[in-house]
């Protein structure tokens, strides 16, 4: 397979559509990449949505690949940890690692993607278009078919390849499943909750109105308020509610009035950060939490599904957009591999894959309890500080399940979700039946984890649980 005679198009010109492009392009294939929005460098689309985003050393992984990790680096800031709200207002800072070098980003999802359109477009053999929507894929004869909305005239493109970074509402997998022309199997899964994002706007001399380097979160059993960080003095803030259930739901929130006694009952401190509250209430929408998995990804040797169009993932680990950029890197493992044709390719990569990404799309949904409940638990923040302590002392032989999925960049996530759980489960028991705790020797602590995660993992082998 000759890559420099290659004709590719990507559907999506979003974070992992222009990676991709810059990363073909880089390898020599001519790439074409069609996108329904306008051009974000040059028109806001952010409309409240996901403009901030948590990046961390898969991500980073990716970027050293293309060549950008300095560039990314500056449009980033670091978060040691999580910055944990009660109701009355005390905060206490929970680390991500007890290793101090570990640590996640902060990064605007439009600066990044600007950054990764501008590289991309240097190179001659890219082309990309905006305003021009897909309207369905021909995956028999490698074609797609578009609208453009500025002219509203409609047209057909073909390629050697078609690739699907759409997002969760990919055209290409829906004309997957519309074709009937191979068995696809395809779920959706809803969370009861949605989000809204929101924001805490700087001083008025462009500092921060809380602590700058934390991910913020307001913990509150069956809901949530989470902050991060941006370059401009701000937080974009983004709580997580159910629809119809408690107390206190979106579709019962429908007044100011109970708008501000909400925030004012449950989230005091940021409320007295938020002057801005109603208006960001009332103008961004609430948006559903949903887990995309499908398969195949691929058809033949002439498509293929990558990033949130082949496994959307709801937001809790902070590893969409790293797991998406790891799709590339993958990728461009399994074309290193020079193998024959694209089928072969294609097969290569979604065998090698997709049981990571099915891995991170559980593990989200298990942070997502951990971070609105547990995080407030007082036997979850004894394993957080015992498990601080065993990264600080002992940083060559433990890791957390966060560390191991988060900072550990060449261990799989499927291997990171095996191993992270019976970890945590191991912990979780002795610590509730008195077994270990932070007053007992490390060094012993350390080897009963050891022993006991073991003795798990063997038997879930046994019971043929993995």
């Known amino acids: 397979m000759k890559e420099k005679q290659q004709n590719i198009l990507i559907i999506g010109a979003g974070l992992c559509g222009s990676l991709l492009a810059l990363r073909l392009a880089q390898r020599g294939f001519n790439v074409s990449v069609y996108e329904k929005r306008p051009d974000l460098r040059k028109v806001d689309i952010s409309a409240g949505r996901s403009i901030n985003l948590a990046f961390s050393n898969r991500g980073i992984k990716a970027m050293k690949l293309v060549g950008l990790e300095n560039k990314v680096k500056a449009l980033c800031i670091p978060m040691n940890g999580r910055m944990i709200h009660d109701t009355k207002g005390n905060t206490f800072l929970s680390n991500y690692s007890g290793r101090e070098h570990e640590y996640i980003n902060s990064i605007s999802r439009g600066d990044l993607n600007a950054l990764l359109l501008d590289e991309a477009e240097q190179h001659e053999n890219v082309n990309i278009h905006f305003n021009k929507k897909c309207l369905s894929v021909d995956f028999e004869k490698t074609t797609a078919l578009f609208k453009d909305y500025t002219s509203k005239s ?24 519309l074709g009937k022309k191979f068995l696809f199997s395809f779920s959706q899964n809803y969370l009861s909750h949605g989000y809204k994002e929101l924001s805490i706007l700087p001083k008025g001399d462009g500092s921060f109105r809380i602590h700058k380097n934390a991910l913020h979160i307001w913990p509150r059993g069956s809901f949530m308020l989470i902050a991060l960080p941006n370059l401009d003095g701000s937080f974009t803030v983004t709580l997580f509610l159910s629809y119809a259930d408690g107390k206190y739901n979106f579709n019962n929130l429908d007044t100011d009035k109970k708008v501000l006694e909400f925030f004012q009952k449950e989230f005091p401190d940021a409320l007295a950060q938020m002057p801005n509250l109603l208006e960001d209430f009332n103008n961004n929408p609430t948006s559903p939490l949903g887990t995309v998995k499908c398969s195949p990804w691929h058809f033949k040797g002439n498509t293929l599904l990558m990033g949130d169009a082949a496994h959307a993932i709801v937001p809790f680990y902070g590893q969409g ?17 020079k193998l024959d044709n694209w089928e072969e390719t294609l097969k290569a990569y979604e065998t090698k894959r997709k049981k990571d990404t099915d891995a991170i799309a559980d593990l989200a949904i298990d942070n997502y309890f951990e971070m609105r409940d547990h995080v407030a638990n007082p036997i979850f923040q004894e394993k957080r500080k015992l498990e601080m302590a065993l990264e600080k002392e002992f940083p060559l032989e433990y890791s957390s399940k966060y560390s191991l999925v988060t900072f550990n960049e060449n261990l799989s996530y499927s291997e990171a979700m095996l191993k992270g759980r019976a970890q945590d489960k191991a912990i979780l028991n002795m610590l509730s039946d008195g077994n270990i705790s932070l007053n007992e020797n490390l060094k012993t602590v350390l080897e009963k984890i050891k022993e006991e995660t073991q003795n798990i993992l063997e038997e879930d082998t046994i019971a043929k649980l993995r």
Not at 154 to 177: H, M, P, Q
């Open 321 to 337: 957009m790293n797991a998406s950029f790891e799709d590339v890197v993958e990728f461009d493992q399994i074309l290193d591999l």
């Open 154 to 177: 409609e047209f057909i493109e073909d390629a050697d390849l078609i690739i699907g970074t759409d997002g969760a509402g990919s055209v290409l997998r829906k004309s997957y499943y």
